[in-house]
Structures are given as structure tokens and as C-alpha cells.
């Protein structure tokens, strides 16, 4: 069948032509107006043709000499819609068809190949200015078009057609529908196209009483939040929660409430203009802050909101409006600043039905905000930071996903289940590894049902039937138990090889590295806990050659909650340990006698060479954080405090293929008796820590002559370390390599698990 919609003639000779190509572009290219970008392109040549959406892609055919085939493909890549990404052309010449003008057809489903889905992207400036002027949609809060708007969110299979998203429930108005059929329209087969007549609407539950549409609904908004009140939020992907960020009874009341003890909370700002006022931004921070996919990234502060929000930190993750909402509630507020912190209690998934919000909320939220649009997949905030110069994702979820990493080997079929904790799952596709938004973290059974019931639902969308299964080394981790359940045949990886291969994926590295793994935790081929590796490794194998000194841990995962039982294992291994130290003040000197006796007998007590560790070990020795109320606590406390402008480092021995640092322990407690500042150890902590990085990778390059480094690992997400290693390496003419788009922690290895997975099976 053949659709033609506002269809115009040409008059050129090119319609006589006896030449006829089919062109295939593959990519980010549905539900982002490349319809009607190629339909005004072949116009503008004065070509004539078809142009279709596939679920391979989008296919056109146009009628045309050689010469007017190139100037046409060039300006696709040239000229292609901003919220577009195009990852491949391809062209054949093909039998003449006689085209008499330019036509589009309709979508089909030709197999189980699979183009990009679009992720959710920012409301446009076109869409805000619509706001204030069509009649239809002033102040609605659902406005968008082909450039902007929900995407991934919403969709529920291929190809990209309203009737396959949640959208299908809402009938179009004439005029939408107008819009929605007029090619040369910015919402022409925009999807969620909606206005107020026909579209979503919003409803605020509040003291029994239910408030609806926006004129009515924006300023008791406004007052809610304005009074000190706690509101919860339907976004994009989910809940969340919101209050005034300046107001510390409600920050300190949310807190509680949420159980969120000591992590800081997210902040979304009026604009750039306010952020600055309250935080440094460079102008690569800018430039993410602002663009379509709208991340929190981490900002050194200026200037203090409620004391809650940070909680002592010296850094502010900091958001700017996405949603039609935000401005909305932004223009009814003076408030400079809301919290907007993810909607669900402690680790659980982010809340997406508006029933279990309104019961899950009630002894938290004052209010709760609604909408009758349903949110068919979570997508959590991305959250990145910006080093040298180069934006770096810690949290990979709403506004990058799903958009593929593109592999150049074959990678169908290959299922990796990922890790433990901040779980991403990853599934290959043709040359493509689409990687899973942001899960969390596997231990908490609701949030392990999200993860099944994901892959489902990545399954069905991208037609995938996993011939492979590819998990972590570590049989206990939840994610392993499900690879081993599905009965596939199955390859175990170890986790910080997996690492380094993401690494590699994402930067399409091939052959031999030096990969250098700086991590908390992952089962090693020797029953011990690795995390601080030095590795020759390529996609399929590895060899360890370095590593940090083995310490134990007293009472196992207890460590990562109470630092300093760390501190104790790493000063009495060296015989340094003294119950005087200031960090055991508060700890009674039996269970110190207990921890080391344990160590002694080897009870509960596994060995670990983790980076992770040793940073816990030095945050409580100087009595920074001795008891964690979050993951990664101390060590985010530790790069907090850390004084700039110091070059000195400590002494360290590299003892046959491991490091001792027991010299620097002796020389911390020497400091700590002296009275230095904690910011001038840390500084020099950190330094010894990448001189250490520096130093061993040097020893392997002359060992083998490879030139090649590869980073990864959850400590290279410290601004400090990755951004002084990456210069250091630099300078001694290595080249050097560091996630970017895919997370450095556990997030990332998913990626590496496909890509080892893909190796061993010869594609």
C-alpha cells in the first residue's frame, strides 16, 4: 500500500531518468521526523521516489543520474533532524521504476532486523513557544513534536507507530490530526502528538480531593511546593519526588521519609542562568546540561541550598527542565531550585503506575501528581560528570537509552545478564549492543523483577532469541542465577576483564591492551576478591600481571557498610594498629580484639585486592567515614575533601606482582599524629594511587611493548584520579582510553560480557 501525503509535484527531468536507486539508512532514524526531512530533501533536489519506515531502518527509492545519487546521500548525513542518529548508508541501483512524484509508504515489518529506537529526548524550543501561542495547547503540559518528546518510554513494539505505543488510547483531534498527516508539518507522524483537546491530561490527588487540568492543577502546585511541602511527580519514566530545595525541613523530612541517610539529592534548576549562581559550569558541563538528552551532572558548588540536599558534599548533582512540566511549575514558582529525586523507597525501582504511587506515597508525599498515559518502560535520570573536557556517564538510562553501541562484529543472539549491583542488562542485535537503562541494584527482590520482566520486554521489542548467555564469574549474583536458569549454553566472565572489553566496545579497540581495572569487587580465577587489576587482555583472553596487596575482610560484605573494619584488617596486617587512633574512638576495643582474631582464624574473612577497599580503609582512618550510609560513601567523601594543588604522593613497594602499601599506612598515621588536614592526605592518598597506575603500566609496556591503556572500573568515576591518570599517561605517550558513554562501574560490564561472549564464539 501505498500512502501519499501532501504530495508536491516536481517538475524535473529526473523523473525521466532510466536510473533508480534503493537507499538503506540505518540508525536512530524512527520517530525523530526523518520522513519528512527525506520527503523535503528529495524535494529540494527535485527528485522523485518513496520513502518508507522499516523496522530495519528506512528505505528510499528515488529516480536520479549517479552524480545527483551523491549530492543527495551527502546532504542525508548533513542535513539529517537534530534528535537523529545515522549509523549506515547503504545504496544499489535496481530495475527503473517509473515514480511520477514523491510518495511515502507505509510502515512494514519486513523481519526480525531492528532499527534504533529513539530515547527520550527534552522538549524543543519550537514545542515551549507552541505553548504560549496555540490556542490548543497553552500550557499543556504534554506538548511535543518529531524533535522532541517521549520515545522510548512509551513504545511497545516495531515499528515506531502510535498504534504500538501508549499513546494508542488517545484518539487525535482534528487538528492534531491535521498536524500529524501534513508532511511538512513539525509533528507529521510525531507519534505521542497530543494537544488539550484530545491528549494526556494531569490530576493532583491532595487531601482526598482530586484537582484537574493544568490552569487548575499549576498553582496549588506551586503553593504545595512554595509552602514546604513534598509533591510526587509522574515524569518521563517514572516517579518522583519534589520539594523546595532551599527548604531544609522539607529536604531533611524527604530524606527520612525516603530512607536516604546520607546520599545527596538531585536538584533541577530554573535555568542555566540560576545554576551558575549555585554552581561552577564549564562550558563542556553546559553544553550537557542543555542538550536533548538532559543528564544530571555532578558540579562543584558555589553556593548552599538546604544543608539536606548535599549533606556535607562539596559537589551538586544539578538537572535542567526537560519536560513541558518543569517550565510550567517553574513559571508558576519563584523557587530557584527543586529537589527531583527518583520515586521509590530505599533501592527499590522507580514507581510507574499511578495507583501504587498514590498508596506507596501516602505517608510521604503531600500530594501526588498523575497522568493517564501509561509508562510502558522505566527510565530512571542519567547522571554523568565531565573530565577533561569529556562528558562521562555514571547512570546510562533516560535520554541515552536505547541507542545501541555499534560493535562492527556479529553479536545476535548473545544475551549478557550483567552484574549485582547498578545492573544493566545488555542483548546483541546484527552489529549492535543495545544495553538496558539503569536497573539497580539486583539484591531487592522488586528491583530483580524489573530485571526480568525488561528482558522480556527487550526480547519481544527488538525480536531477539538469545542463542547465548553470557553472566559474571561469581555464582551467587542474581544475575548469574538467571543466565544459569534459562538453560542456554552458558560462559562465565570474569568481571573486571568484562570491564576492560566494555571499554574497548565502546572505543572499538581490537588485539592487545594494557587494561588496568580500578574497582571494588569481583570474583578472581583465585577464589579471591579482585578490584585493583593490571591486565594484558584482548577481547577474548587476559592475563594478570599486577595487582594491590590482598587484604582480608572481616566479616565480608559487612565491610562495605562499615569502613572501618578495613581500616583495622589493613593497619594490623601491618602491624600498625593502635586503639588510641582517633577512627576507633567510638568503637569498643573487644570488637576491634574480635575483628582481628577473625582475621587470625581466617573466619569470615575473604581476601580482597579491590581499589574500592583501600579507599574505605583510608576514609576512615582519618575518621572521614567510618560507617557508610550509602554505597561508595567513603570513597566519595574521600575525593570530596581532597585539597587541590598538592603534588606530593606517599611510599609504596611493588613487591613481585603485587603493591604494598604498607609504608603509606605508616606514613597517614605519622600525618594524622601531626595534624595535617584530611584534605592534604586524601590529596596525597590519590596521588600515590595513580603514581602506582602510572608506574605499573610503564613496567608492562616495556615488558611487551604495548602502548595501549585501557581504564575502567567504579573508582575511575572520581574526578580527581581518572582526570590526573588520563594527563599523566598523556604525557608519557601512552594512549589512553576511558568510558564515556557507557559507565565505568558495574553498569558497563554487561558490554564487555557480550563482547568476550562474541569472541569465544568465533563470530
Known sequence: MVLVLSLQPVKNDSFHTTETYRIHVRGLVQGVGFRPFVYRLAIEHGLAGTVENRNDGVIIHINCSDEKRIRFIEDIWRKAPPASHIAEVDFQKI???GFTG??????ASVSDTITDISPDIAVCSDCLNDMKKQ??????????????????????DLPYDREKTTMKEFVMCDECRKEYADILDRRFHAQPVACSVCGPEYSLHCEGRITEGSGAILPVLAGLLEGGKIVAVKGLGGFFLAC????ESAVARLRGMKNREGKPFAVMFRDVATLKEYAAVSEEEEKSLLSLRRPIIILDTLKELAPSVTMGFSTIGAMLPYMPLHYLIFEHTTLPAIVLTSGNISDEPILINNEDAIQQFA???DAVLTYNREIHNRAD???AIVVNRKERLIRRSRGYVPSPVQTGKNVEGILATGAELVNCFCIGKGQQAVMSQHIGDLKNIETYEFYRETIEKFSRLYRFNPRLVVCDLHPDYLSSRYAAETGLPLLQVQHHHAHIVSCMAEHRLEGKVIGIAMDGTGLGDDGNIWGSEFMICDEKLYERKYHFDYIPLPGGDKVTHEPWRTAVSCLYGCNLLNNDL???KNIPVSSVGLLCNAIDKKINSPLSSGAGRLFDAVAAMINLCTVSTFHAEAPMRLEAILKKGIKEHYPYEIIADSVSFSSMFNEILKDIRSGVANGEISARFHNTVFKVIIHLAEKIRSDSGLNRVVLSGGSFQNRYLLSETEKEFAANGFEVFAPLKVPANDAGIALGQLMIGTAHTGK
Open 244 to 247: 523546595d530545595a532551599g527548604c
Open 95 to 97: 530495475p527503473a521504476i
Open 135 to 156: 490556542p490548543n495547547r497553552i500550557n499543556y503540559p504534554f506538548i511535543n513534536c518529531t524533535n522532541c518528546g517521549p520515545r522510548f518510554t512509551i513504545i511497545k
Open 582 to 584: 582517633p577512627f576507633l
Open 381 to 383: 535520570d542519567s547522571v
Open 102 to 107: 514523491f510518495e511515502i509508504v507505509q510502515s
Open 363 to 365: 505517608g510521604i508525599a
